[in-house]
C-alpha cells in the first residue's frame, strides 16, 4: 500500500503523536507531511480541500478520502489493519475509552491555557495556576483511576485483552505525557494506579513503539505541545 499521509504540526507531539503511535506500533507506512514540507504546506493542503477541509489537524489522507479527529482516525485505523477487538462490546468500549482519552487531554491543554487558546501563557499564568491546581488534585487521580480500572477489567496484556489496540497506544502517550507535565505530582500518585503502569510499560516493549522510542521520528515533549512542563503548575 502507499504510505498514509499524515498532515499535522511539526515540531510537536500534540494530538498528532496518538496517531503516530498506532501507526508506528503496527509498522503501517506513512508519511509525516508538514514535518517534510513545512506548515504553509499543511495550511495549503487544508484550504484546497475546499467544504470537506478538516476543522483542525490531525488528519489522514488515505487517497480515497480524508479523516480527521484522533477517536474518528484511530478507529478507522483499528478496522483497516485488523487491531481492533472481535466482540462488539468490547470494540465500543475501547472507542468509548478513546473519546475519554480525548476529554482528557483537552484538561490538560487547559492547564496552560484556561481563558483563552489565542493568547500566550504569560498571559493567564493566576489563572493556569488555578486551574492546574484542581486539575492536579482532583481530575488526575480521577482519570487516571478510570483508566486504571478499564486496565484490569479483561484478562490479558492489553485493554481489550491479548490484542494491543489504539487504546493501548493512547494510554502509553497519558502517562508519558502527565510524567512529562506534572513530574512531582506523578511521582507521588503513579503508584496508585499499578494496572495502568504495566500497561504503559507493555506498550513500550512493543517492537514498533521501542524502535520509535529511540529514533528521531518520535519529537521531544516540549512547551509548544499539549503537554508542557512549566515548574509553577506542578506540584506533588
Not at 503523536?17 to 507506512?29: C, S
Not at 462488539?88 to 468500549?93: A, G, H, I, K, N
Not at 480525548?102 to 501563557?121: I, M, N
Not at 513530574?183 to 520509535?212: F, N
Amino acid at each position: 500500500m502507499d504510505p498514509y499521509k499524515l498532515w499535522y504540526w511539526p515540531g510537536i507531539q500534540g494530538r498528532g503523536e496518538f496517531v503516530r503511535l498506532t501507526l508506528e506500533a503496527a509498522g503501517v507506512p506513512y508519511v509525516d507531511c508538514a514535518r517534510d514540507q513545512g506548515v504553509d504546506a499543511l495550511i495549503k493542503d487544508m484550504k484546497q480541500r475546499g467544504p470537506f477541509e478538516p476543522f483542525a489537524p490531525p488528519y489522514l489522507d488515505v487517497d480515497t478520502m480524508v479523516l480527521a479527529q484522533v477517536g474518528h482516525i484511530l478507529t478507522y485505523l483499528a478496522d483497516a489493519h485488523d487491531l481492533a477487538p472481535k466482540d462488539v462490546p468490547t470494540l465500543f468500549w475501547t472507542i468509548q475509552l478513546q473519546l475519554t482519552v480525548t476529554d482528557l487531554v483537552k484538561e490538560v491543554h487547559d492547564t496552560h491555557h484556561p481563558v483563552s487558546a489565542d493568547d500566550y501563557y504569560e498571559d493567564q499564568k493566576p489563572e493556569a495556576a488555578r486551574y492546574a491546581a484542581g486539575f492536579r488534585k482532583n481530575r488526575m487521580p480521577k482519570y487516571l483511576g478510570y483508566f486504571d480500572r478499564a486496565a484490569g477489567a479483561i484478562d490479558g496484556d492489553f485493554v481489550g485483552g491479548d490484542q494491543w489496540s489504539p487504546i493501548d497506544t493512547s494510554l502509553f502517550q497519558i502517562v508519558e505525557g502527565l510524567r512529562y507535565a506534572f513530574p512531582k505530582r506523578m511521582a507521588t500518585i503513579e503508584r496508585d494506579y499499578p494496572t495502568l503502569i504495566a500497561l504503559h510499560d507493555k506498550v513500550a516493549d512493543l517492537p514498533g513503539i521501542a524502535a520509535y522510542l529511540k529514533s528521531d521520528r518520535r519529537i521531544p515533549f516540549n512547551e509548544d505541545g499539549i503537554f508542557r512542563h512549566y515548574p509553577e503548575l506542578d506540584e506533588a
